[in-house]
């Protein structure tokens, strides 16, 4: 994998937990209570922010076409990532 590669999924993957942390629901999974609602807005702004930076950085790597097909891969596999992530984080929490 090249370094632009890696760049965009890192991106996509901190977007993603981003976004997963600014869910009333996840924040009690991981954190155990709310936060307020500005830190919500902040990380549901954030993870915007993070997804359109991987999208700038795939396209200015790959071109359009190109750059898009990867955006869209690499972005699938890190909410998948981030997916499991929550997954494993209940589980273990769990027991």
Known sequence: MTAAH???FLLCAAGFAALALAMDRHQQDVLGR???P???QLLRGAG???LLAA???AVG???WALGLVAYSGHASAAAGLVFVALLAW???RGQ
């Open 90 to 92: 209940n589980r273990w």
């Open 48 to 50: 915007w922010a993070l």
């Open 34 to 36: 709310a936060l307020p």
């Open 38 to 40: 500005r830190a919500t």
């Open 55 to 57: 999208l700038w950085q």
């Open 61 to 63: 790597a790959k071109g």
């Open 6 to 8: 890696m760049v965009v």
